[in-house]
């Protein structure tokens, strides 16, 4: 009784937080580009938010992280509309669409599977964001007993999970981890005020800049991948809310998929480096596993739209739980997430409950109604985004480039930073061109000097000795698990060349 008087105490708050004209207007505008942004195929969250980091640095903390996530939903949202439309994934997890969705546009089926996708995202978002009401408070009340050695050991855990368990070779994934905590070591030493490579730049002292490294990842990068790729024109059909309306066996055979994707996307986006297109796709094999019409998968099954679509935006609310309860990002876009706390002056972990409730509370209420905006945005409004995808890539790529320059400009004022954002943008072009992941090393440059700092205070206060790592049992299970998933991928790898 205590937990749930508790409970709606602090969901007032966040209520109270949330309705206010300020935040719901950060919320509307996230949601709004989050969709203009996913809608468009070859960018996706991850440059929006990038984009909008800098931003971050005038805003207060609540609007700021409100604002951010409501890219993110937003991006997931319309993500799948170039892929239903054109057949070409605006995203990573909006992949799936294509199979089935592209196929159904091509029968003029185009507007079901649109609204299907918006009303299977709106029900998944919905579940990932209660779970995540009602486990983030659970879990962080748990975790403020955590020591330095157990945020050491949980770091470790993430950064190569992360790297291990997502897609490429996780050999690569771990090398790019260590490059990312290499990058992390630049910059003064926490301890001693010393500075640390940073080669006599006075830029330097202050470490690489997130927002620079991040926007040079990831939006410079696509614009560089993007130069050549030629523009493809949606099919010409209608998309009235009449044409949107599913028949009721279309309603009779999604609801079954939406259930059961929500509950696989639940769990896999409170994994790191679970969440995004793996479990879509592990959502898309188990419908067409268990369906009874397993032939009609792949020309138009809008199975294969409900499900893999609710599975995706459970995993974008449940993966807001490590990343707000234990300070540990799952993938990049929690990373960023994590990085816009940290500009904000706040640490991350259990502690943003207990000193920061109208901070994680309004951001949960604000999950509910950035939802409803985009309910609102994506049904009557789809013709709007449909048109949108007719803009030309010579004229969207380089307002990309000149907006992602002023901002890392603005947060400094520093061209050292526009020449940082530049050069990464370079070598994430050739990062992809080796096939060597970024987000590994986006994860190492943020967990990096916070994994440092515990490790050393943990070996302050143990006098130097490296016991208490086994000692402490949520310490060794979490060594462990990181011991066993590393075998596990070099087992995995030096299998891969055997067969070969």
Known sequence: MEFFSLFAANLSIGIQEAVTLTNLWYCFVGVFLGTLVGVLPGLGSLI?????????????????????????????????????????????????????????????????????????????????????????????????????????????????????????????????????????????????????????????????????????????????????????????????????MPTREDWRRSFGPMLRGSGLGAFFGSLPGTSGGMATFLSYSMEKRISKHPEEFGKGAIEGIAGPEACNNAGVGTAFIPTLTLGIPGDAIMALMLGALTIQGIQPGPQVLTSHPELFWGLIVSFF??????????????????????????????????????????????????????????????MALLRLEVVPVLLGLILGPMLEENFRRTLLLSRGSFSVFVERPITAVALAVCAGLLIWSIWGSMKKKVVA
């Open 369 to 430: 109604i950035g939802n409803l905006f985009l309910v609102i945005l994506n049904i009557p409004l789809i013709g709007m985004w449909v048109k949108l995808l007719s803009i030309p890539y010579h004229l969207m790529f380089p307002s990309i480039v000149l907006f992602t320059c002023i901002g890392v400009y603005s947060t400094s004022n520093s061209t050292f930073d526009v020449w940082i954002l530049l050069g990464f943008g370079f070598v994430g072009y050739l």
């Open 48 to 244: 929006a938010i990038s984009l909008l980091l800098p931003i971050t640095y005038h805003l207060p903390a609540t609007g700021a992280l409100i604002m951010l996530a409501g890219v993110y939903f937003g991006a997931d949202y319309g993500g799948g509309t170039c892929s239903i439309l054109l057949g070409v994934p605006g995203h990573a997890a909006a992949a799936v669409d294509v199979l089935d969705g592209y196929p159904m546009a091509k029968q003029g089926r185009g507007g079901i599977a649109l609204f299907m996708k918006c009303i299977a995202s709106f029900w998944g978002s919905v579940v990932g964001i209660t779970l995540l009401m009602f486990f983030a408070p659970i879990l962080a009340g748990w975790a403020l007993n955590f020591g330095p050695s157990e945020y050491c050991a949980l770091m470790l855990l993430g950064l190569i999970a992360a790297s291990t368990v997502g897609q490429g070779s996780p050999i690569k994934g771990v090398a790019m981890v260590f490059v990312g905590l290499i990058l992390g070591v630049v910059g003064t030493d926490i301890n001693s005020g010393v500075s640390r490579f940073a080669f006599d730049i006075p830029e330097l002292t202050d470490g690489i800049s997130l927002v620079a490294m991040a926007m040079g990842l990831f939006a410079i990068t696509e614009v560089i991948k993007s130069a050549n790729t030629s523009r493809v024109t949606p099919e010409e059909q209608s998309f009235s809310l009449r044409d949107q």
